[in-house]
Structures are given as structure tokens and as C-alpha cells.
């Protein structure tokens, strides 16, 4: 069997499409977001946030389930 030719048909717009186009806003496709120059002071205090943070995710873990406790204590 032969190929099929294929015909450039142009596509059929919705005419409900038509009607609300004008509602629908036009997005960037990418968006340029640079970071404002933080001054020696702001810097020094975001490290000392940060380092914080990572301690406090580091050495707080969540203490096992009340449960789990118990069935732990149950294999032992």
C-alpha cells in the first residue's frame, strides 16, 4: 500500500476559543529574575541564617511514632 498524501488543512478554530482570546493574557515564555547585590552585612547575616538552618535540620530529627516505639519494644 501506498502512502497517503498528506493536505495541509488549515485547523478549525473553536468559536468558543474566538470569543474569550481576548479575556487570556500573554505570558513571558522566560522569566529574567535577578537577585538584588546584597551588601558585606546582609551577606554575613544570610550565611549565619543559613548555617543555622543546617544545624537545626542537622541535630532536631523528628523522634520516632509513639507506635513504632512500641513495636520495636514488642520485637526486642
Known sequence: MGKKSKKKKAK???A???RYSKFRKE???SLDITMPEL???QAKEKQDAEIRI???LRFNK???L???KER???RK
Open 12 to 14: 478549525k478554530v473553536s
Open 16 to 18: 468558543k476559543r474566538e
Open 27 to 29: 505570558r513571558t515564555a
Open 39 to 41: 551588601t558585606p552585612e
Open 54 to 56: 543546617s544545624r537545626f
Open 62 to 64: 523528628n523522634p520516632p
Open 66 to 68: 509513639k507506635e513504632l
Open 72 to 74: 520495636m519494644l514488642k
